[in-house]
């Protein structure tokens, strides 16, 4: 019972939504220059809907869906519409673990492979990742919010693109850093987005830099998937 009330905190995505985004991503470019001129196309009041709809996956009214596909299906390839249904029945989706971050904001370090998924994340784009996890603690806020879950890929070759966000197990802990390049090839900067938050004088969330061999997991973040109010 515990398991599934977990599993219930993540919005489901609904499959008329996943085919308005595969639409979405194939159609840009061609059929309509941006949101703006989407979101007046649609009926919308705000291109903010439609970034609701792609970056969130807020789940769109199935009557804009056929607006959408009324409106552009000269665009639209008939022949590749069953490749839809295929992919999300084909998918099973990555697996979801659940951890407890202590007060500092980070987790003690624990194998996830010794732990059992709550669940599992399918929507596109996510298909390359390895496995998701949620955030906790405030410290990459406003990129990453307490609460959210990330769709994470392992890198196996441990090549860091400095300034990307990634999930690392450093030591005895795990955490969520915006990597920079260090002053050494051998060391990287663990930078933290949320600057705002002073105790004194200081930064609460302060860089600091760290060996690239002491990192045990290196995972990109790929693609965030924020926790709904409603």
Known sequence: ???????????????????????????????????????????FNSPASITEIIKSRQNIDPDKLQIFKDKYKEFISVKKTPVVNQTISTFEGIPMYEVVATASGVEVYKDINDTTPIGHMNFPGIEDCDFALPVWGHSMYPYLENGCWVALKVIHDRKILPGEVYYIEWGDYRMYKRLLAGDKEDE???????????????????????????IKKLCLVKDIHKKHNH
């Open 188 to 214: 990287v900067i663990a930078h933290s987005d949320n600057v705002t938050e002073m105790i004194g004088n200081r930064l609460k969330y302060a860089p600091f830099v760290i060996k690239l061999e002491e």
């Open 1 to 43: 019972m515990e398991e599934q009330s977990k599993s219930n905190k993540v919005k489901r995505v609904r499959p008329e939504t996943l085919e308005f985004i595969i639409l979405y991503n194939q159609l840009k470019g061609r059929a309509f220059k941006g949101n703006a001129e989407l979101a007046e196309a649609l009926g």
